[in-house]
Nanobody, 125 residues
Framework: QVQLQESGPGLVKPSQTLSLTCTVS??????????WSWIRQPPGKGLEWMGA???????YYSPSLKSRTSISRDTSKNQFTLQLSSVTPEDTAVYYC?????????????????WGQGTQVTVSS
């Protein structure tokens, strides 16, 4: 059973960089085929796919967030990390990490094999 757990600060100040880590257990992030994604849901809005890192280590980003987003991984810890720079209150959301097929842009959690419980991040001074 694969499990994913998001971690990071719940409160970030505007203009700072948001950094979240997804710790994966029960399966390797380097296992052939799977993509590891970050998805978020702002209050009162739908899910938004932010980006993904493939089993190969290649990263992919939503065009709307590409200039501010970086996804990396630490294979020794079986973790992957999201960094979102220059945050504003509009980046306030529940952030999820998830494992899915090699398809970009999936914005429905049920289309992923596994996902974390989500972590609330609030951007406020």
């Amino acid at each position: 059973q694969v499990q994913l757990q998001e971690s990071g600060p719940g409160l970030v100040k505007p203009s700072q960089t948001l950094s979240l880590t997804c710790t994966v257990s029960g399966g390797s992030i380097t296992k052939n085929y799977y993509y590891w994604s970050w998805i978020r849901q702002p209050p009162g809005k739908g899910l938004e796919w932010m980006g993904a890192i493939a089993y190969s280590g290649s990263s992919y980003y939503s065009p709307s967030l590409k200039s501010r987003t970086s996804i990396s991984r630490d294979t020794s810890k079986n973790q992957f990390t999201l960094q979102l720079s220059s945050v504003t209150p509009e980046d306030t959301a529940v952030y999820y990490c998830a494992r899915g097929p090699p398809v970009l842009g999936i914005a429905t959690l049920e289309e992923y094999d596994y996902w974390g419980q989500g972590t609330q991040v609030t951007v406020s001074s």
